[in-house]
């Protein structure tokens, strides 16, 4: 492995349990890879704009606009950096049952036709196979069981988004009940270290 792509979303700064999370697994995977290169977007402090009428046409339609160039310029340049990289570890935290909207903004921008997916006879194609990408999702409640599990908008949507540019190879690291008190926070990130420690030691999927 030679690229890590890092793709933090949090608003909550330094405090941020996602960060966190994402952080260690990027110093377990460079110690996997000692040479890795790493690219960090740091979403919560400095988004991507959000779409607008005046700039839409840099992602869906013919640029010609200085704004709609400016977005196709940056949207190569995000379609770039996750096309080199071989992982991508995202920090994504539950905000209203979904994603934050820094990190809708950037998919947004790397789901392209013709560059991150195609459209075939047989339907849509993912374009970016052959990566790994590790997605840390932290909760302030309880979703990955009982019966919040069916207002979990978060995982499902991440993983159709991945997998629809062709990110098939997804390892969701959760960290719940962070607003049950520091405790049982303290508590669900020691398990969620562990078990980036087990991921980051497993073999990629297209490999194995
Ligand atoms: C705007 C906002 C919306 C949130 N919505 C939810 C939610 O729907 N469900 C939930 O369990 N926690 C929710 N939370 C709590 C966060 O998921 C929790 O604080 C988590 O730690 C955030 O991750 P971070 O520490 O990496 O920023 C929300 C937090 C914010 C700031």
């Given at each position: 492995m030679t690229n890590i792509l890092v793709v933090n979303s949090s608003?909550?700064?330094?405090?941020s349990a996602s960060k966190i999370l994402v952080e260690e697994a990027v110093q377990r995977l460079l110690k996997a890879s000692p040479g890795a290169t790493v690219i960090h977007r740091d979403l919560g402090n400095e988004p991507v704009p959000h779409l607008t009428t005046a700039t839409v046409a840099g992602v869906r339609g013919v640029p010609a606009t200085d704004a709609e160039l400016a977005t196709r310029a940056l949207s190569d340049e995000l379609i770039a950096e996750l096309r080199a990289a071989d992982a991508v570890v995202i920090g994504a935290p539950m905000y209203n049952f979904s994603i934050p909207t820094g990190l809708k903004a950037w998919f947004d921008y790397v789901l392209r036709a013709g560059e991150t997916f195609s459209y075939s006879e047989s339907g849509p194609q993912g374009l970016l196979a052959g990566k790994r990408a590790i997605v840390v999702e932290t909760r302030g409640g309880h979703y990955s069981?009982?019966?919040?599990?069916?207002?979990?908008?978060?995982e499902p949507y991440l993983r159709q988004l991945l997998s629809f540019i062709g990110i098939t190879d997804i390892v969701f690291v959760h960290v719940e009940k962070?607003?049950?008190g520091a405790e049982v926070r303290e508590a669900a990130l020691t398990t969620a270290k562990a078990k980036v420690a087990t991921v980051v030691k497993q073999p990629y999927a297209d490999a194995a």
């Open positions: 608003v909550l700064g330094d405090g069981e009982g019966p919040a599990r069916a207002f979990d908008f978060q962070i607003a049950f």
